[in-house]
């Protein structure tokens, strides 16, 4: 069962920021957070594990609500170096696989 | 962390043949698995890679047209088998311990 990501894309200025979504229908075991630019394979960002944990990562940090099966990517303050798109995967079973929520297309404006 | 290298980067292959994909991890990694990327889409599963042992596979995906090996922790290959344009995509090999390790990927384009 993929998980659901939204929004699908967004545009943002410089400094602005974002609020990435992905839900699960299924309990979960983590929620992993990859960032792909064009023509190149994803990038581990973080991950979380049932617990509801948050995570930060220079000016991105990501929180997951076990109850709700729902994790949220945050970037703030935007960079230009931010886009591409961003990808939640979800793990039902700790070891288990991953499968990747259908993505959200970021583009950072000057 | 792992470095994972994939090979071919990119390949043209007639309709009719096959192609295999290497994927070499320069650490042991508990899990690999294969996946299917189509320009601007997600990442689909193909399948997990299991050590010594048949590689589980996801809906829609069979043994016959998609063999995988895993001998070692280490070491794993797909092949793509009778390929037919529908099978032009990139296909992604990754490692996991905790996080997923990605290789850069195989452009494969069937003409």
């Known amino acids: 069962q993929q998980p659901v990501q939204s929004p699908q894309a967004v545009i943002l200025r410089e400094g602005e920021d974002a609020v990435i979504n992905c839900s699960s229908s299924?309990?979960?075991?983590?929620v992993h957070w990859y960032r792909q630019k064009h023509g190149e394979a994803p990038v581990f960002l973080m991950i979380?594990?049932?617990?509801?944990e948050q995570k930060g990562h220079e000016k991105i940090s990501a929180s997951f609500n076990e109850k709700k099966q729902q994790s949220s990517l945050y970037l703030t303050a935007s960079q230009l170096s931010y886009s591409g798109t961003y990808f939640c995967?979800?793990?039902?079973?700790?070891?288990?696989?991953?499968?990747f929520g259908q993505g959200t297309e970021l583009s950072v404006k000057p | 962390s792992a470095v994972i290298s994939q090979k071919p980067s990119r390949d043209i292959c007639q309709r009719g043949t096959s192609l295999t994909i290497q994927c070499q991890v320069d650490?042991?990694?508990?899990?690999m698995f294969w996946y299917r990327q189509q320009p601007g889409q997600s990442l689909t599963l193909i399948a997990t890679?299991?050590?010594?042992?048949?590689?589980?596979?996801e809906s829609g995906f069979v043994i016959d047209k998609f063999p995988i090996s895993r001998p070692n922790l280490t070491f794993s290959t797909l092949t793509v088998s009778n390929m037919s344009p529908e099978d032009s995509s990139i296909y992604l090999c990754?490692?996991?311990?905790?996080?997923?390790?990605f290789g850069q990927g195989t452009r494969l384009t069937v003409v």
């Open positions: 995967g979800t793990e039902r079973n700790q070891g288990g696989k991953l499968i």
């Open positions: 299924k309990a979960l075991y983590s």
């Open positions: 979380l594990l049932k617990g509801g």
């Open positions: 650490s042991q990694v508990t899990m």
């Open positions: 890679a299991n050590q010594g042992s048949e590689a589980t596979y």
């Open positions: 990754i490692g996991m311990n905790t996080e997923a390790f």
